[in-house]
């Protein structure tokens, strides 16, 4: 695994990358595969190591008084080439919960480093843990950045539109 190419590991030397290594699982996964739901408790973090995967968010959009539509908003597609990791967020929400789904577009594998085993290391190595906390941390305020963004986009479209 090449496990320095991910942004989480920035800065750490390959022997402290080597216990996070030595706790993650390795799974094959198929193409169309649901390697994350929605909603699901999220009890790990998971690294695509090969492969194609599709992230996306239900609209869930109530239509009527009790229907919601469930239509897919794929949001982006990554392959391994970007060393992607996902499940930072359900570490650190206060229930757990996964934020999106994320599909397969091809044959692959990942990664599966359980949240018990990360705080484990991290708590025994505080120097690891903080730059491993940093780096997490990084990469969630930049995904909530951009996220302020697009909305500020989409109300900006959506007010002028309606002065139209």
Same mark, same amino acid.
């Given at each position: ?18 216990k ?37 968010k ?6 009527n008084?009790?229907d919601?539509?469930?239509?897919? $908003? ?6 391994? /080439?970007?060393?992607p990791?996902? !499940? #930072?967020?359900? =570490? ?28 484990k ?7 690891l843990?903080?730059?491993v906390? $940093? ?6 305020? /930049?995904?909530?950045?951009?996220? !302020? #963004?697009?909305i =500020? ?12």
């Amino acid at each position: 695994m090449e496990l320095n190419k991910f942004s989480l590991f920035t800065g750490l030397s390959s022997v402290q990358i080597t216990k996070f290594e030595k706790a993650i699982t390795r799974k094959k996964f198929l193409k169309n595969d649901e390697i994350i739901k929605e909603g699901d408790s999220g009890d790990s973090l998971i690294f695509l190591l090969d492969g194609e995967v599709k992230i996306s968010k239900p609209l869930t959009l109530v239509t009527n008084t009790n229907d919601y539509d469930d239509r897919e $908003k794929e949001l982006i597609t990554l392959n391994s /080439s970007f060393y992607p990791f996902f !499940g #930072d967020y359900s =570490l650190f929400t206060e229930n757990n919960q996964r934020t999106a789904n994320i599909v397969a577009n091809s044959n692959g594998e990942i990664g599966i480093l359980m949240a018990k085993d990360f705080f484990k290391i991290c708590e025994s190595d505080y120097q690891l843990g903080y730059l491993v906390i $940093k780096n997490i941390t990084r990469n969630i305020t /930049s995904h909530v950045v951009k996220q !302020g #963004d697009d909305i =500020l986009k989409l109300t900006t479209a959506i007010s002028l539109i309606l002065e139209n």
